[in-house]
Each structure stands twice: as structure tokens, then as C-alpha cells.
């Protein structure tokens, strides 16, 4: 599973995205939020973020790709267990968040906006998101045994390993 994050000043463009039918798009998580639409969504968001006017990108966003072979075996309720887990490994619980399924493509991702803004105003240290959104990832894969990029690079390295041997020996002889 592959795990990134940044943080966003266009709240209402990824909801709209995130929410996309054309994309075969599944909420799968929602965290104190009523809205049904990606405009009453934004506008809950909204409420909370005006509590902070100092912070621009008031919004975090994440993507979660499992691998493809993992991908295909996880339900929508797997899947929604997932983006559970990595939004209490970052910490993100007491914040608005809203999560989709996007399944238009081979490989299944997760798309989640997390208001960055908590209910008391305050803002989210976003201080190296993505590096911090790709080891909560990973860390989340290994404990329901899904395959992170390590594992795999790491497989792909072990293929090679006997083939360079090989190379290596043919040198040697010539």
C-alpha cells in the first residue's frame, strides 16, 4: 500500500472529485459530518475552518493505493476499516473527514480530505504530510497484512539478485 498527503486550499474542487460517479466513487468513511453532497460537505468544512482565518490550506488530502492483487480481494467495508486505521495512526480523529472509494481504474485507491482545522480552531501540523502519510501507510498495511512498495521493491531486488550473480560469473570467466 502506498500512502501520500498534502495539504489543499481548494476544498470544494476535491470533494467534487472525490464524490465523482464517473469514477465509480464509494464513501466509505464519514467523520462528523451530516452533509449528503459535495457542497454541504464543504460547507461543513467550511464552518470549522473559519475558526482559524490565519491558515490558508485548511484541508489535508491523502491518497491510499493498495497494490493491485490487494486491491481486488478488499471490500468497501475492508477498505473503509483501512482509511479508519490510518486516520487514528495520524491522529485525525477528533477532525471532520470524508473518505472515496475510487474503483474506475485496475488499481482501487482511497481518496480522504480531512479538515485540518480541529473544533477549537486550531491547525493541524502539516510539517512533512507526505513522509508522515507514507510510513502511517505502511505501517497500516503490516498490521492487516497487506504488501507495502517496500515489500514489493524488495521482492523485485531478490529476483535480480541470482540473475546479477549470473552476469557477475559470465564476467569473471571472460
Known sequence: MIGKGKSIAHTAASMEYGWNQEKDATVVLKQHLTGENPKEVSNEF?????????????????????????????????????????????????HQAIAFVH???????????????????????????????SLQAEKVAHSIGLKTVRDIQNEKLNGLKHIRSEIKNIHDKT
Open 103 to 133: 474503483k474506475d481504474k485496475e488499481h482501487i485507491h482511497i481518496h480522504l480530505y480531512a479538515n485540518r482545522i480541529d473544533f477549537n480552531g486550531k491547525a493541524y501540523m502539516d510539517s512533512f504530510i507526505g513522509k508522515r502519510a
Open 46 to 94: 467550511k464552518i470549522i475552518q473559519n475558526m482559524n482565518s490565519k491558515c490558508r490550506k485548511n484541508t489535508l488530502s491523502f491518497v491510499l493505493s493498495p497494490t493491485i492483487e490487494d486491491g481486488k480481494k478488499l471490500s468497501d467495508k475492508q477498505l473503509g476499516e483501512i482509511t479508519k486505521k490510518f486516520v487514528q495512526e495520524m491522529k485525525l480523529m477528533e
